[in-house]
């Protein structure tokens, strides 16, 4: 039986609408009110909200329309519950279930972490038995371990302050560089030198890791970064940008992929799939390429654009929890900012 299934995001600043049918991407359209927050150096929720509402209906529209379908023809419709920030997804629940009530369709409240996985399926083909997911954006940084993507996922750890993303914003604030600073301080480590500065590792050593061995935390790692360039000026040195950007991007890389690779061999998993928008960082391809390679594990990172927050994502795993015959949401839904 053939299932189409419309999937709605809008957990941060994308909204992002798409369709899709038997584990195919028919249609994909994002808008994004990341352009606005440039001059305040970060994401201001009130105005990621406003902007969903003015671009909701217009995306879905495009969706249906470049899909060929209309909204009676869809089976079901899926939308990010949580984690995110509270007005941007309720603006998404509440329209998903005025067009679920009006159009008499079964509703799917869904985990956005996962959905950051199950995007890949549409790219690289059906999910192994068992995997390991490393998700990682400028709002989450996420192990976890799963079986069949509709009933069988378990988040094994996270960050305890700074998602990966966030951290690169900081730094590239303190390096003087503009908002989002993440693909400004990957640029700038392709120059430098990663072994400059030892910069900590948290949670990797000792009882911090036996206690924490799938959690991050790179706060300290931010602060000690600070001091380091506090420490220069103070001594009238030069700063050396791009061995900064290098070293700090080398601890958080090494972090990332030591972990989750310490979870593909304790659950004996040999595939690792990797989402969100940091994993557009070269390095952290780069040794996640290498240290799976040696461990004999196969890395699926989908394309960048499936990468960052889109509505693929959530209609691939509404798809998912259709076909497996998971029951529907109720239409009192709420949202769970820290699902
Ligand atoms: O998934 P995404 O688009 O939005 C969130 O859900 O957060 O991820 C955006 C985050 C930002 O923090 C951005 O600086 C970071 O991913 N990012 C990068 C790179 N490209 C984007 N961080 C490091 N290296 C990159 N090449
Ligand atoms: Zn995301």
Redesign the pocket.
Known sequence: MSITVLGIETS?DETGVAVVRDGELLADVTATSMDEYARYGGIIPEIASRAHLQTFVPTLDEALERAGVALGDVDAIAVTAGPGLIGSLTVGVSAAKALALAAGKPLYGVNHIIGHLCVDELVDGPFPEHFIGLVV????SSILRAGNIATDVEELGGTLDD?A??A??KVGRLLGLPY????H??RLARLGDRCAIRFPRGLSQGKDKARHPYDFSFSGLKTAVARYVERLAERGEELNREDVAASFSEAVCDVLTAKALTACEVFDCDTLVIG???S???RLRELAAERAAKAGVTVRIPPIRY???NGAMIASLGWELVRNGVEPSSLDIAVDTGM
């Not at 954006?137 to 989450?140: F, I, L, Q, T, V």
């Not at 989002?180 to 693909?183: L, V």
């Open positions: 941060c954006s400028g709002g989450h998602a993303g966030e690169f914003d989002p600073g993440g693909a301080i990957d969100g928008g940091f557009a960082n070269s990468c960052t927050d």
